[in-house]
């Protein structure tokens, strides 16, 4: 994720990323066109629910009351 981040915001080319990262141009492009697995999709939607709830109490709200409620 991190290396289509920094392609689309800070301009950096694909390859001079890749070959930083040390990862094979066609892994990249295997990563980057595969489907999520159902893990993946449910972590997502974890990660969106703290971060609502993070805003929501301006970054108060405890990591037991978080927990609770992500569960």
């Given at each position: 994720m991190a290396i289509k981040e920094?392609?689309?915001?800070?301009?950096?080319?694909?390859?001079?990323?890749?070959?930083?990262?040390g990862i094979a141009l066609s892994s990249?492009?295997?990563?980057?066109?595969?489907?999520?697995?159902?893990?993946?999709?449910?972590?997502e939607d974890i990660i969106e629910e703290i971060?609502?709830?993070?805003?929501?109490?301006?970054g108060i709200y405890s990591y037991q009351l978080m927990t609770m409620n992500v569960n």
């Amino acid at each position: 994720m991190a290396i289509k981040e920094l392609n689309k915001e800070d301009k950096f080319s694909i390859f001079m990323l890749n070959k930083i990262a040390g990862i094979a141009l066609s892994s990249y492009y295997k990563w980057l066109n595969r489907r999520p697995a159902e893990q993946e999709k449910l972590n997502e939607d974890i990660i969106e629910e703290i971060i609502h709830l993070h805003e929501k109490y301006d970054g108060i709200y405890s990591y037991q009351l978080m927990t609770m409620n992500v569960n």
